[in-house]
């Protein structure tokens, strides 16, 4: 088992044009081991944030702790062997000739001996089946594959905690769902996963807890279900939750009892009032 | 219904990269779209999807080069032989990076681009530009900076840049996929606007959005058009789409999930109200 480390943010501040501060007092604690969502809409500050838990971007006001210490001191990468960060776009992170030599750049650079590196380069090409496209130059490959690279490139880091900044944009259900159950695994590993997406259904699937930002502050956190239920947050932050969600409410208003956030779960806990019923 | 485009065992490969054999990306592809018709196409990413779409304005094959076999034509004309520029009149095409196409510092110059190069009368251009940020909800951003606007607003004024050249068909690729929510539903809001006057091909992986939209549904595989039809019967097919590497509206994995373990096919519900009913009737039987 991984242990991840406790990340705190606390009240940072942060502005990328001196007018319009990206932050304003975010506050945030990641707990080890969590698997958690960070939602709300474009600008509202979900990436700003992530970058500053592992040092890409420093707060202007503002703490950031890891496991209690504070991190202004630490350069980035050092942070970067316990923070792995998958940037949006793929382009921004991709710089090698081949996909095999991206893959083991990062381990290389952390001083790993050689045959550690090439186990974990063949491992990350056989887990993300990039096997096929190992000496091709990342820049000829597709976009949904450049995104598979860099986020195979982070993985053989092995950090203890990923942040994912909407990894699945442009990937589609098939490619989407299948890295997802790879971070799934990683998190049962005890890895600590931070997940920024517009997609519900994937909070609703892979979260346990949510953190919801507007204007570059938290305005509100829970379980997935806690942020669903919550109509006012919704509507302030644009969120919409996924159809099973609103299905099942209605299914609740008209008396029923029945409950869960997926397809699977709803699937399930409708299946067992229908036998007994029939029963 | 007359076919505004006319897709006729389109095969394509792009020009061959050195060491790698021309692979074709499109594969006998037919496919009609008829006046006033909104298609939904749907496919796993490397389907070919996008190069189907630059193929109905003939930037496919003749800025891009490559193999092409079988015929596109638009509005009766043969997308190989007329220029790129004509075509365009006919069809637009809206991508899902606006940014990429923007090249004017304020909305109103963007929209105007296009028919500025048509060499157009200052009053049409006027009128024109008006008329398309109307049409996207745009009306009061004209002075304003592409570069300043939300997601959901850049993706609108690059609808209205394609409206402004008045096209009959629309083509949009994945118009949504970088969107937040927000977003999303502006851009969709402005689809069912334009859908009475329009012929809309939306190219998307959002089948959501297409169960809501289409009158019809295609499904891309490998450069192979491998479903078609009813949205109500493409997505009925959870199974299949799911092979394909796309996700089925949830309402619809339900019904296939109670159905499934049930052993009987006792649901049959596409949307949440129709859901509602079925699953109430059922619980008190």
């Known amino acids: 088992m991984i242990l991840a480390p406790r990340l705190e943010a606390i009240d940072l501040w942060f502005a990328y044009e001196a007018e319009r501060p990206a932050l304003r007092g975010a506050d945030l604690v990641v707990e080890p081991g969590e698997f958690l969502a960070l939602v709300g809409q474009n600008g509202s500050g979900k990436s700003t944030l992530a970058k500053h838990l592992n040092g890409l971007l420093r707060p202007v006001g503002g703490r950031v702790r890891l496991n209690g210490e504070d991190i202004s001191g630490v350069a980035t990468g050092q942070l970067a062997r316990q923070v792995g960060y998958v940037f949006q776009n793929p382009d921004h992170q991709l710089f090698s000739p081949s996909v095999e030599q991206e893959l083991g750049l990062g381990p290389r650079y952390f001083g790993l001996p050689a045959a550690e590196v090439e186990e974990r380069v063949q491992r990350g090409l056989e887990r993300f089946g990039l096997r096929s496209i190992a000496q091709r130059g990342p820049g000829t490959l597709s976009f949904g594959l450049r995104r598979i690279v860099s986020i195979a490139a982070v993985a053989t880091l092995q950090p203890p905690v990923f942040i994912l900044d909407e990894p699945t944009t442009g990937l589609d259900w098939g490619s989407a769902s299948h890295l997802m159950d790879h971070f799934a695994e990683l998190h049962a590993q005890g890895h600590s996963v931070i997940l920024i997406t517009h997609d519900m259904r994937l909070v609703a699937r892979y979260a346990s807890r949510v953190v919801v930002l507007s204007e570059g502050r938290v305005v509100g956190r829970g379980s997935p279900q806690e942020v669903f239920r919550h109509r006012e947050l919704l509507q302030a932050a644009r969120l919409q939750p996924p159809r099973i969600v609103e299905l099942v409410e209605r299914l609740v208003i008209s008396g029923m009892e029945i409950e869960g956030l997926t397809v699977e779960a709803a699937c399930r806990s409708f299946l067992t009032r229908y036998r007994l019923k029939h029963g | ?285």
């Open chain 2, 1 to 285: 219904m007359t076919s505004l485009v006319e897709v006729r065992d389109l095969w394509y490969a792009y020009p061959a990269l050195p060491g790698v054999g021309a692979q074709w990306v499109l594969r006998g592809v037919s496919l009609q779209l008829r006046a006033g018709e909104v298609v939904g196409l749907l496919g796993a990413s490397g389907a070919g999807k996008s190069t189907l779409a630059l193929a109905l304005n003939g930037s496919v094959p003749q800025s891009t080069g490559g193999q092409v076999r079988g015929e596109v034509l638009i509005e009766g004309l043969d997308s190989k032989r007329r220029p790129v520029a004509e075509l365009a009149m006919r069809v637009g095409i809206v991508f899902q990076d606006p940014e990429v196409q923007f090249l004017q510092t304020t909305v109103e110059a963007e929209v105007a681009f296009g028919p500025e190069n048509l060499g157009l009368p200052v009053s049409e251009i006027e009128q024109r530009v008006t008329w398309a940020l109307g049409a996207v909800g745009l009306g009061e951003f004209r002075s304003r900076a592409p570069a300043h606007l939300s997601g959901g607003e850049k993706q609108r004024v690059a609808i209205a840049a394609i409206l402004a050249m008045r096209p009959r068909i629309l083509v949009l690729d994945e118009p949504t996929a970088s969107l937040d929510p927000r977003g999303k539903l502006e851009v969709l809001e402005v689809i069912r606007a334009l859908r009475p006057d329009h012929t809309i091909l939306l190219i998307t992986q959002e089948s959501e959005a297409v169960a809501e939209l289409a009158d019809r549904v295609l499904v891309l595989d490998h450069g192979q058009i491998v479903m078609e039809g009813d949205p109500n019967r493409v997505f009925g097919e959870v199974e299949r789409l799911a092979r394909l590497g796309l996700r089925p509206p949830e309402i619809r994995e339900l019904a296939h999930c109670l159905n499934r373990e049930l052993g009987v096919p006792a649901f049959d519900f596409s949307d949440v109200e129709q859901a509602v009913e079925a699953l109430g009737q059922a619980a008190v039987a």
